[in-house]
């Protein structure tokens, strides 16, 4: 005897049904409520921080689509370093800890030839600049013994990072969260030709060192500006690496014009020209 099409097709469709309602539903259901504890930031960390039971917590999630490197226990990663700035609320991956101690100050990983960093103390709120110096800016340094003066060799270096006492990083680019307590700058790294480094030396044994910002966020005039100040320096240091050509061009009759590589890259060479006249050109930028 033959079966009807329909019956055969509602049959299937009966035991599809079937098959859903008793094995799918109770696997998804069990999977979207079940529970499990996992590992949760409590306050900001930043990367090179920590982990500790201070900045973290054990909370219990669904443990439905979470993913397989999540810290589940304290003991996973107490004692670890993150390697990447984590935020309050953020679950932990094994990804973004490290066993070992990491800097995080990537600036100082990158130091051009011929360049330092070094570091000078903020004494007072005013000769920081308030804390609002950030990485990158382009500041003047000044000194005040018994008058405040204009430190020629200092007026365009760059910011490298701000510190707190302890020697933390100072993120002044955001306003603390609640109940978070504004770290104070302590000290400022910069990036230094060896005479800077040696004249902000003697400057923290003798006064006073104040800062004001002159350039943020301008990448072009800030390249000009520090251009400028190591020109400055080669002619004041080093007048006999400047390369002089005083014969003409054979190839056009010109006169040759000297010329000087300033990028911090290669502190001996720099293009030589008026220095009152070119920081007054890059000033208007």
């Known amino acids: 005897m033959k079966l009807n099409n329909r019956?055969?097709?509602?049959?299937?469709?009966?035991?599809?049904?079937?098959?859903?309602?008793?094995?799918?539903?109770?696997?998804?259901?069990?999977?979207?409520?079940?529970?499990?504890?996992i590992v949760r930031i409590t306050q900001p960390v930043q990367k090179g921080e920590q982990i500790t039971a201070a900045n973290t917590e054990v909370v219990e999630v669904g443990s439905f689509n979470l993913p397989p490197n999540i810290a589940r226990s304290l003991e996973?990663?107490?004692?670890?370093y993150a390697t990447a700035d984590?935020?309050?609320?953020?679950?932990?991956?094994?990804?973004?800890?490290?066993?070992?101690?990491?800097?995080?100050?990537?600036?100082?990983?990158?130091?051009?030839?011929?360049?330092?960093?070094?570091?000078?103390?903020?004494?007072?709120?005013?000769?920081?600049l308030s804390d609002k110096l950030q990485p990158g800016d382009v500041i003047r340094i000044y000194h005040f013994l018994d008058t405040a003066e204009e430190v020629p060799e200092l007026r365009y270096v760059r910011v490298l990072s701000v510190t707190d006492a302890d020697g933390i990083n100072v993120d002044n680019t955001r306003e603390p969260v609640e109940d978070e307590e504004k770290k104070q700058?302590?000290?400022?790294?910069?990036?230094?030709?060896?005479?800077?480094?040696?004249?902000?030396?003697?400057?923290?044994?003798d006064g006073v060192a104040h800062v004001a910002l002159v350039s943020r966020g301008n990448d072009t005039l800030a390249e000009e500006l520090l251009s400028l100040q190591a020109q400055s320096i080669l002619e004041t240091y080093h007048p006999e690496l400047l390369e002089k050509t005083a014969a003409p061009d054979e190839g056009n009759g010109e006169t040759a014009r000297e010329t000087v590589d300033t990028s911090p890259d290669a502190p001996n060479t720099a293009a030589h020209s008026d220095s009152a006249d070119n920081e007054t050109a890059a000033t208007q930028h």
């Open 7 to 37: 019956f055969l097709f509602g049959m299937l469709s009966l035991l599809l049904a079937a098959v859903i309602a008793f094995v799918a539903l109770p696997t998804i259901a069990r999977q979207t409520n079940g529970k499990t504890e």
């Open 76 to 80: 996973d990663v107490n004692g670890f």
């Open 86 to 128: 984590l935020a309050q609320g953020d679950y932990i991956l094994t990804t973004k800890v490290s066993m070992a101690p990491i800097s995080s100050d990537m600036a100082l990983n990158s130091i051009p030839s011929g360049m330092t960093a070094i570091s000078l103390t903020v004494k007072t709120l005013a000769s920081g």
């Open 185 to 205: 700058s302590a000290t400022i790294t910069v990036l230094a030709s060896p005479e800077q480094a040696r004249i902000i030396t003697m400057l923290e044994n």
